[in-house]
């Protein structure tokens, strides 16, 4: 049985590598592959199939435009002001301080304390948080609360603009420690960051609001999870300013959780039954991870590598997966909504409710393989296994 059945979050992983950036000489092609290669050079390398769209009835909409006050006073009041945010450089050595190349030196000599798996999850963690781009697209494809204009005055679309700008500080601290740290192939992480941006992600949203929300909510607490273990770890190796800058990050990670299941908490009272079925829908699915098609020009199962790393090392585990799952259905008290329900709905209720001790069961098998995998290398730090 491979890896990628066992990780729970690289499931439904539907890729195909496409050779467009390693085109042959004109005069050796011939297969009918390399033709297709040359007429689509800059396909990207990654690509999925068999996409949903707009699964959600169109009146349903209406039901997001009648939640823009409630959004307005509920869920915008999760955003913190420019003025009172962090900024990545509260956190670096200051490049207009004499102190700057004593800092540097300073940061490089703890970094050497930690090891080079760490480094493999760091990075992995800061590509995603890097692939941001995506990520505010995603949203945008959501019917009802898409940004329409790019500068829409709408609550939904504030709210995603807000956000997308306190997410852009993670990718930014994590890449600027990195570079400075002097322990991992910059051009290697770049390389990589290029090619999920041009991938994008699947996350099966289809359109719907319901799907995307449930999908945050999952996500940011794996953030949360995620951020909080490398930040317990480089406390552990004696990194306490690595391990602020984690922690800082997971704190925004939970605001937004926090943010994100308020909506859903919101659409389970409004709309029990369709709320159900999507949560139930979504888990069915899978939650991908957001990276699930990295890339980094020359291992084929990158993202299953980095994060069979991580869970070695207790940062984000199938255990994990489970454990958010669990506090989903208890923070929506998804056992407790009796009315509302179709008898669909009270399938899917079932249906999410005994999920967490099977989910549970696998993780644990999964986890059991993945302490057993083979150590591969990664381009991202040097050429050796871990
Ligand atoms: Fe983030
Ligand atoms: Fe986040």
Request: hydrophobic fraction near 35%; charge should be neutral; glycine fraction near 6%.
């Amino acid at each position: 049985m491979g890896l990628k059945l066992l990780l729970l979050n690289a499931i439904n992983f539907q890729s195909q590598r496409c050779p467009s950036f390693a085109l042959p000489p004109m005069a050796t092609l011939g297969s009918p592959k390399e033709v297709e290669a040359v007429k689509k050079p800059f396909s990207p390398p990654r690509l999925v199939h068999h996409q949903v769209t707009h699964s959600m009835p169109p009146h349903k909409i209406e039901i997001f435009k009648s939640m823009e006050d409630w959004a307005e006073n509920n869920l915008l009041t999760h955003l913190k002001p420019v003025e009172k945010s962090w900024q990545p450089q509260d956190f670096l050595p200051d490049p207009a301080s004499d102190g700057f190349h004593d800092q540097v030196k300073e940061l490089r000599e703890t970094a050497k304390e930690l090891p080079d798996d760490y480094f493999v999850v760091l990075v992995g963690d800061m590509i995603t948080e890097e692939a941001l781009p995506t990520y505010q697209t995603m949203l945008n494809t959501t019917d009802g609360v898409r940004d329409e204009t790019g500068a829409s005055p709408t609550p939904w679309a504030i709210w995603t603009r807000a956000w997308t700008a306190e997410e852009n500080r993670h990718g930014d601290l994590l890449n600027k420690y990195l570079y400075l740290s002097g322990r991992v192939d910059m051009r290697q992480i770049e390389k990589t960051i290029q090619y999920l941006i041009g991938s994008g992600m699947d996350p099966k949203l289809e359109n719907s609001p319901y799907l995307g929300f449930i999908y945050t909510s999952f996500q940011e607490r794996a953030t949360f999870v995620s951020h909080g273990n490398t930040a317990r770890l480089a406390r552990k190796h004696g990194d306490l300013k690595l391990a602020q800058i984690c922690g800082t990050i997971a704190s925004d990670e939970k605001r937004h959780e926090t943010a994100y299941t308020k909506i859903v908490e919101k659409l389970f009272e409004i709309d029990p039954d369709g709320t159900m079925l999507a949560f139930a829908d979504m888990m069915r699915k899978k939650i991908s991870m957001p990276a699930h098609l990295m890339y980094d020009g020359r291992d084929d199962n990158l993202f299953e590598h980095y994060s069979a790393v991580g869970q070695r090392l207790g940062v984000y585990t199938a255990l994990d997966y489970a454990d958010i799952l669990e506090h989903l259905v208890r923070r929506w008290k998804v056992e407790n909504i009796r009315s509302g329900l179709s008898a669909q709905g009270q399938k899917a209720q079932d249906y999410v409710c005994g999920l967490p001790p099977r989910t549970r069961r696998v993780g644990e098998r999964a986890l059991g393989m993945v302490k057993q995998a083979p150590r591969v290398p990664f381009s991202w730090i040097i050429e050796r296994s871990f």
